[in-house]
């Protein structure tokens, strides 16, 4: 009886031992919450997150705001468990975040291109529907990395001209350029700066995502370019869903009169160069917080419209169903001349 009691004792204090360390063990799952949100219409900084050169702007009043979404990698069980019980967060599987096979480096780098092409496809959508037709295109370098083969060759600013003697006008075109030359072996870039052209040799590397493929190591982006400036600076911030936002504060800085009419608007949403809304994820707590914000109208790409209706509705902003910009400014006037009027619901 004795050994008996012994070794059930063992056995539930060995059981014990592997549950508390079973807890901390981490598990492969990401927490999404609310993030900050970012008044389009304002400063980050001290600086204006658009600023318009060239062209007459016009005061606004209220917000713009795009809101974002928070990640929480590397959970282990109890902090998973505890942000599942937690209704203002979402628990999702990591893959769904970072693709198998990828990296946290290589996501956070299609991240920020993917915003850099959106502040361009905002700018083209937002001139688009003021009937402002682009000049011009061209790539600009928007960032060289610590210890890339292009640092102290190339900087944020260069527009990328050729590839050993072949124009390019898009980053398309310079990846394929580029995909040209054997890694490991030089490549003669044109460029501009200031207006001014120059050449430099710059010897490639495996890409990240490819091997056999050679990079520069630069992060560019498609420029369309107009007869004025528009500048957007936003930092720290990842993903192609702030583009709605960015456009609709573009907008309203290049017309008369106040868009919002002195109401705080959040919103949520990727955008073409024609003006088309699509679906982002994380929707829920780009919701969220909005409300915290203070937002009355949060606009919603149409695709997300089902899971943005599981929000709690207790002090939510109204959600506006979106399919493109023009109704999305269309939905944002009647609101301001009239909270009540009628506008595509979620």
């Known amino acids: 009886m004795a050994r008996r009691t012994q070794t059930l004792v063992v056995t539930s204090v060995l059981a014990l031992v592997l549950l508390v360390v079973g807890l901390w063990l981490p598990v492969p799952f990401v927490t999404l919450a ?27 009043s209220g917000r713009l705001e795009l809101t974002t979404v928070e990640e929480t990698p590397k959970l282990n069980l109890l902090s998973a468990l505890g942000d599942w019980l937690d209704s203002d967060r979402a628990v999702v599987p990591t893959e769904l975040i970072r693709p198998r096979g990828s990296t946290q480096e290589q996501v956070q780098q299609e991240n920020a291109q993917a ?16 009937g402002i037709e ?9 960032t060289v990395p610590a210890g890339s083969p292009a640092t102290d060759r190339l900087t944020a600013g260069d527009v990328i001209t050729q590839v050993n003697g072949v124009a390019v006008t898009s980053q398309n075109q310079l990846r394929a350029e580029v995909g040209k030359v054997r890694p490991g072996t030089p490549a003669t870039v044109g460029y ?38 528009v500048k957007i600076r936003l930092s720290d911030v990842g993903g192609p869903s702030a583009g709605l936002m960015f456009a609709m504060g ?7 009169g106040e868009l919002t009419g002195g109401k705080t608007i959040a919103g949520t949403g990727t955008i073409t160069a024609d003006g088309q809304v699509g679906p982002i994820g994380g929707i829920q707590q780009k919701v969220l917080g909005a409300r915290a914000s203070g937002a009355t109208v949060f606009l919603v790409p149409a695709a997300n419209c089902a899971d943005a209706r599981g929000v709690d509705s207790a002090n939510a902003p109204r959600l506006v169903r979106v399919d493109t910009l023009d109704g999305a400014l269309k939905a944002v006037d009647a609101l301001r001349t009239n909270p009540a009027a009628a506008v595509p619901s979620c």
Do not use: W
Not at 134 to 142: E, R, S
Not at 218 to 229: E, G, H, L, S, V
Not at 250 to 256: Q, Y
């Open 34 to 60: 609310p993030g900050p949100v970012t008044d389009t219409l304002g400063s980050v900084d001290g600086t204006r997150l658009i600023s318009i050169e060239g062209r007459r702007t016009y005061p606004t």
């Open 115 to 130: 915003m850099l092409d959106s502040q361009d496809q905002a700018t083209a959508a937002a001139l688009g529907r003021l």
């Open 134 to 142: 682009p000049t011009g295109h061209a790539i600009a370098v928007y």
């Open 192 to 229: 501009k700066r200031d207006g001014r052209p120059a050449t430099v040799t710059i010897t490639t590397r495996p890409a990240t995502d490819d091997p056999a493929r050679a990079m520069i190591g630069i992060t560019t982006t498609d420029k369309r370019t107009y007869p004025f400036t």
């Open 250 to 256: 573009i907008v309203d800085l290049l017309t008369p």
